[in-house]
């Protein structure tokens, strides 16, 4: 599942990433200050008893996390920040 973090309709860039369902955080897979690149996975999200592994949609850096893992997120939650 792509993310929603740095990429936007028209081109606009996103600042964030945020929860596209209510679920579990069950993995990260970056911390403040990495690069990323497109498609590389950053968070894994449990919903409905699936995992689901959210995606960077663009090049960016990672500003802040604002979750943990094993914390409960609800739907449109932001979960990560991009500089």
Known sequence: ????GLSGAAGILSKVLKAPMPG???????KPGNPIKKNEPLIILEAMKMENILKA???????????????????????????
Not at 1 to 4: L, T
Not at 57 to 73: F, L, M, P, Q, R
Request: avoid cysteine; charged fraction near 30%; proline fraction near 3%.
């Open 24 to 30: 579990k955080v069950l993995e990260l897979k970056v």
């Open 57 to 83: 949609s663009a090049d960016g850096i990672i500003d802040s996390i604002e979750v943990n893992v094993g914390n409960s997120v609800e739907k449109n939650e932001v979960l990560i920040r991009f500089k």
């Open 1 to 4: 599942m792509p993310a929603e």
